[in-house]
C-alpha cells in the first residue's frame, strides 16, 4: 500500500499543478480581456503589475530548480500584455480617471467624465449621462460651499436642486420650480396666438401648422442666415428664423421666427403691456397658487404666464396664461404614458377673468372644461367628460359653486 501511495504521489501532485497553471491561465485571460476595456481597463494596470511579479518568482523558482516553465512565461507575458495595455487605457482617459481616483490637478471635470463614456457620440443617452453626471456634481460642490455671516453663496442661490422648491423672482414664493433633466435651452415657448410655423424661413413659405399662445416647440439646430425685423406683441424685434418641431404626437417640423418665442431657460420676454414669465416643471398645487384655482389634473406643468412689474421691480400674474402639464415627463420633456392636461385663462387684478379652459386626455378618456369667471367670480361652467364613449356632462348658467367636486357630483349620462 506505501509502494502503491508513492507511485500515485507524483501524478496527483502534476494533477494538482496543472489545475493551478489552467485557473492562473484564466484568471489572466480575463484580466487581459478587462485591460481592453475602454476607460475601465486602466484599472487593470494593478493586476498586470501583480502578475508580473508572480509570474516571475514562479519562473525564476523553475529556472533554479530545472522544472517546466512553460506556464508561468505564458502567465508572464499576459501580465505584461495587460500592463502595457492598461497604461495605454490611462493615456487615453487620464483626466477621466484622476477625477475617478481624486487626483488633484484636472482642469476640466466634464470634460474628463464625457471622454469616459464608452457610449456612442450623438447619441440621446450619452447626452442624457453627460447632463446627469454635470447636475451631480454640481450639486456637490453647492453642499461643499460653505457660507460665512453677511455673505450670501450666489453659486447655491442659483443652482436649483431636483425636487427642491426655489422662489421664482417677484412671484408667489411658495410655488416651488422642480428642475427636471430637459435641456430647457432647446424649448421655447410661443408668445403670440396662431403663431404661423412655415415650410421654409421667411414670410413666403407655406404654413405646415400654427401654434397658440404658450405652446412649446423644440429647437432643431438650425437658423436662417440672416436676421430679421418684425413687430411682435408691440415690440419691434430683430431676430433669426428657426427650425423647430412641435412638442409631442407626430412632432410636425418647419421654421418660426424666432421673434415671437421666448427660450424656456430665459427670465422673461417683454411685450407691450409687461411681461411673459416662463414657469418650468411646477406641480399641481404651485400651479393652483400661481393661477388662484386648483387644476382638475394633478400633474407635472410646464407653461408661461404674463406679468406685470410692480414699484419693487417684482413680477405679478397678470394676463394671460398657458401651461401643459404630464403625467409623467422623459428627458427630452416629452410626455409618457398618453397624459396630458391644458390649462389657459386670463387674470386680472389678481383673480381669474373671462374664459377658463382646461382639457385633459386619459388615454381613450377625454375632460373638457369651460368656466367663465367675472373678476374673480365664477359665473357659469360647462364640463363634458368622454370615457370610451360614454359621455357625460354638467352645466350651470348660475352656478353655487365651481369647484371640481361640485361640477363633478352634477355630471349626468347625455341620452
Known amino acids: 500500500m506505501e509502494d502503491r501511495n508513492k507511485n ?16 492562473a491561465l484564466t484568471l489572466a485571460i480575463i484580466g487581459l480581456i478587462y485591460s481592453i476595456a475602454p476607460f475601465f481597463g486602466a484599472f487593470a494596470f494593478p493586476f498586470g503589475i501583480l502578475g ?13 530548480t530545472k522544472q517546466k516553465k512553460n506556464w508561468p512565461i505564458i502567465g508572464l507575458v499576459l501580465s505584461v500584455l495587460i500592463t502595457v495595455i492598461s497604461l495605454v487605457n490611462y493615456q487615453k482617459h487620464q483626466t477621466a480617471v484622476n477625477v475617478i481616483l481624486g487626483i488633484h490637478g484636472v482642469v476640466d471635470e466634464d470634460q474628463a467624465y464625457e471622454d469616459a463614456l464608452i457610449i456612442p457620440k450623438g447619441s440621446p443617452l450619452r447626452d442624457f449621462v453627460i447632463d446627469d453626471q454635470k447636475r451631480k456634481r454640481t450639486e456637490g460642490k453647492n453642499k461643499k460651499t460653505t457660507v460665512s455671516k453677511g455673505q450670501p453663496n450666489k ?14 423672482p417677484g412671484l408667489d414664493p411658495n410655488i416651488g420650480i422642480i428642475e427636471r433633466k430637459a435641456p430647457l435651452n432647446s424649448y421655447y415657448y410661443s408668445l403670440v396666438d396662431n403663431l404661423r410655423i412655415r ?23 438650425e437658423k436662417s442666415e ?53 414657469i418650468n416643471f411646477i406641480r399641481k398645487d404651485s400651479l393652483s ?24 421691480g417684482e413680477l405679478i400674474p397678470d394676463g394671460r396664461f398657458y401651461f401643459d402639464g404630464y403625467h409623467n415627463q422623459s428627458y427630452y420633456n416629452m410626455p409618457l404614458y398618453g397624459e396630458t392636461e391644458r390649462v389657459r385663462g386670463k387674470i386680472k387684478a389678481g383673480g381669474l377673468h373671462g374664459i377658463f ?47 371640481y367636486n361640485y361640477i363633478d357630483s352634477k355630471l349626468k349620462y347625455v341620452n
Open 289 to 312: 397658487k400661481l393661477i388662484g384655482r386648483e387644476t382638475y389634473g394633478n400633474y407635472t406643468y410646464t407653461g408661461i404666464i404674463s406679468c406685470i412689474q410692480n414699484s419693487k
Open 8 to 23: 500515485e504521489s507524483p501524478d496527483s501532485s502534476r494533477t494538482l499543478s496543472t489545475l493551478k497553471n489552467i485557473v
Open 155 to 168: 453659486d447655491a442661490s442659483t443652482n436649483i436642486k431636483e425636487d427642491e422648491p426655489t422662489r421664482p
Open 357 to 403: 379652459k382646461e382639457v385633459i386626455g386619459l388615454f381613450e378618456t377625454s375632460i373638457s372644461l369651460e368656466i367663465e369667471y367675472n373678476n374673480g367670480v365664477c359665473t357659469s361652467y360647462k364640463m363634458i367628460s368622454n370615457a370610451e364613449g360614454e359621455i357625460r356632462e354638467s352645466e350651470s348658467r348660475n352656478p353655487k359653486d365651481c369647484s
Open 52 to 64: 508580473i511579479l508572480i509570474s516571475g518568482i514562479i519562473t525564476n523558482r523553475r529556472i533554479k
Open 226 to 278: 440672416q436676421k430679421e425685423k418684425m413687430t411682435i406683441a408691440g415690440i419691434e424685434r430683430n431676430d433669426y428664423w428657426y427650425k423647430v418641431c412641435l412638442i409631442g404626437g407626430s412632432r410636425p417640423e418647419g421654421w418660426v421666427y424666432g421673434g415671437a418665442l421666448i427660450n424656456a431657460a430665459s427670465p422673461f420676454s417683454k411685450e407691450q403691456t409687461g411681461l411673459i414669465r416662463p
Open 199 to 221: 415650410s421654409a424661413p421667411n414670410t413666403d413659405g407655406e404654413i405646415s401648422f400654427r401654434l397658440r399662445f404658450g405652446q412649446q416647440v423644440e429647437y432643431l439646430g
